[in-house]
């Protein structure tokens, strides 16, 4: 199934935007499981067994389960098949080369690690890119507007008058099956990303732990069928430390999903 069908049926049957960020740290594993790498599968297991009914999709970001060597591999695949099929998957690798090197990671994430998505890289350019779109069924999220305080090196640099951010997303706004990674920490600035466009989906982390306004990013991040995904990561992966780490997910999980209804009921 199409990745926006597979998303739409999902925001629909758990009636959620949130995604959920598994960024699994060793060091951060609560307390009632061992630091060991086999932990990592488990306590993935448990956050998704306590949460996939309210969310509607998860993504996983490829550094957490590389740093773990070559059974990290392993975890990042085993975690991918334990999601319900009925979940669109996200694998954030920021990936982006030349269009040869492309066409290999586009087959590492769409065929061997069967994500449905993956966000890029734009710097090589448009066209590299292509490996990655030909695959009809899968989408791609462009960075666009990043979270991270690093943004105003080069994404607001003047570019022609604007920011060289707005035209990174002008490049891309004709190509479908492609998203805009814009960073919630961006706050009303999100706004010039959506006057690009009022369809494109926005996948929209920097909620919880890198503290973005939910209110903005929704305010401004909605396209026009009032659509967004709003990524949370530490703070509800982390929610607790002990052994009830997985119910305690699911609680902040229900609370993100609730707050974020509730926002967009007012919009
Ligand atoms: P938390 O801060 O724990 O919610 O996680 C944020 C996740 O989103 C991490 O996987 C980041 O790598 C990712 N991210 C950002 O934080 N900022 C961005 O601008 C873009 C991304 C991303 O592409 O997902």
């Not at 448990?46 to 591999?73: D, M």
């Given at each position: 199934m199409r990745f926006i069908q597979k998303l739409k049926k999902a925001i629909a049957k758990n009636n959620s935007l949130l995604c959920i960020g598994l960024d699994p740290d060793l060091k951060k594993l609560p307390n009632s499981l061992t630091k060991s790498i086999d932990s990592v599968l488990e306590f993935n297991r448990r956050i998704i067994e306590a949460t996939h009914n309210f969310i509607c999709a998860y993504k996983l970001n490829s550094a957490f389960y590389e740093?773990?060597?070559?059974k990290g591999f392993e975890i990042l695949k085993a975690t991918i098949e334990l999601i319900p099929k009925d979940i669109p998957v996200i694998l954030d690798s920021k990936r982006g080369d030349i269009d040869s090197s492309n066409e290999m990671y586009a087959r590492s994430a769409f065929?061997?690690?069967?994500?449905?998505s993956i966000t890029v890289n734009p710097y090589l350019g448009v066209e590299p890119l292509k490996p990655f779109t030909k695959f009809r069924d899968k989408f791609i999220f462009v960075?666009?507007?990043?979270?991270?305080?690093?943004?105003?090196?080069?994404?607001y640099v003047k570019c022609k008058g604007k920011f060289l951010f707005q035209r990174v997303s002008e490049k891309f706004v004709?190509?479908?099956n492609v998203g805009f990674v814009v960073g919630a920490t961006r706050g009303k600035d999100i706004k010039l990303v959506r006057e690009v466009s009022d369809e494109k989906l926005f996948l929209i982390p920097g909620i919880g732990a890198q503290k973005g306004s939910l209110e903005l990013a929704l305010k401004y991040g909605v396209n026009k069928d009032k659509v967004a995904l709003i990524n949370v990561g530490r703070a509800i992966i982390?929610?607790?430390?002990?052994?009830d780490f997985a119910q305690k997910a699911k609680e902040k999980a229900i609370e993100f999903k609730e707050k974020i209804n509730k926002i967009l009921a007012q919009l």
């Amino acid at each position: 199934m199409r990745f926006i069908q597979k998303l739409k049926k999902a925001i629909a049957k758990n009636n959620s935007l949130l995604c959920i960020g598994l960024d699994p740290d060793l060091k951060k594993l609560p307390n009632s499981l061992t630091k060991s790498i086999d932990s990592v599968l488990e306590f993935n297991r448990r956050i998704i067994e306590a949460t996939h009914n309210f969310i509607c999709a998860y993504k996983l970001n490829s550094a957490f389960y590389e740093a773990l060597g070559p059974k990290g591999f392993e975890i990042l695949k085993a975690t991918i098949e334990l999601i319900p099929k009925d979940i669109p998957v996200i694998l954030d690798s920021k990936r982006g080369d030349i269009d040869s090197s492309n066409e290999m990671y586009a087959r590492s994430a769409f065929i061997e690690f069967g994500a449905d998505s993956i966000t890029v890289n734009p710097y090589l350019g448009v066209e590299p890119l292509k490996p990655f779109t030909k695959f009809r069924d899968k989408f791609i999220f462009v960075l666009i507007l990043t979270s991270n305080p690093g943004a105003f090196d080069f994404q607001y640099v003047k570019c022609k008058g604007k920011f060289l951010f707005q035209r990174v997303s002008e490049k891309f706004v004709n190509l479908s099956n492609v998203g805009f990674v814009v960073g919630a920490t961006r706050g009303k600035d999100i706004k010039l990303v959506r006057e690009v466009s009022d369809e494109k989906l926005f996948l929209i982390p920097g909620i919880g732990a890198q503290k973005g306004s939910l209110e903005l990013a929704l305010k401004y991040g909605v396209n026009k069928d009032k659509v967004a995904l709003i990524n949370v990561g530490r703070a509800i992966i982390y929610a607790s430390n002990s052994s009830d780490f997985a119910q305690k997910a699911k609680e902040k999980a229900i609370e993100f999903k609730e707050k974020i209804n509730k926002i967009l009921a007012q919009l």
